[in-house]
């Protein structure tokens, strides 16, 4: 039996992934509803971060792992294109998002959670209790 995704350090990757996801929702909110003509591209990235998060949070603290697996594969590959795309274009993004500049914003935090994330569900995967 495959351990829980939400033990031992799974209660740490959970409470991280929890507080990304209130901090990008809460960010992505305030920017969509008082700021969206200056950066509707950016701040719709900030919007869709912050459901990769909550569908994380939910699916680590569940163990639901396919969708977990899912959502932190779609994180990763999330915050390296956009911030590659906002490295080589900076005037594509006006304003930054949670992944602009691989996480920058965040102490690059976005970049590695996603690594982290799927390790866990990797060393997980097959241990028994």
Request: aromatic letters at 10%.
């Amino acid at each position: 039996m495959a351990e829980p995704t939400s033990a031992g350090f799974g209660r740490v990757l959970v409470a991280i992934y929890a507080t990304f996801a209130l901090a990008a929702t809460a960010r992505a909110g305030v920017q969509l509803a008082t700021r969206y003509d200056e950066a509707p591209l950016a701040y719709l990235l900030s919007a869709l971060a912050a459901v990769v998060y909550v569908v994380a949070t939910i699916a680590l603290a569940g163990g639901v792992r396919l969708t977990a697996s899912v959502a932190v594969t779609f994180e990763l590959v999330g915050v390296l294109v956009v911030g590659t795309l906002s490295v080589l274009d900076p005037a594509a993004f006006p304003d930054e998002t949670v992944w602009s500049v691989y996480g920058r914003g965040y102490a690059f935090i976005p970049l590695v959670l996603p690594i982290v994330g799927l390790y866990w569900l990797r060393r997980t995967a097959g241990t028994r209790r």
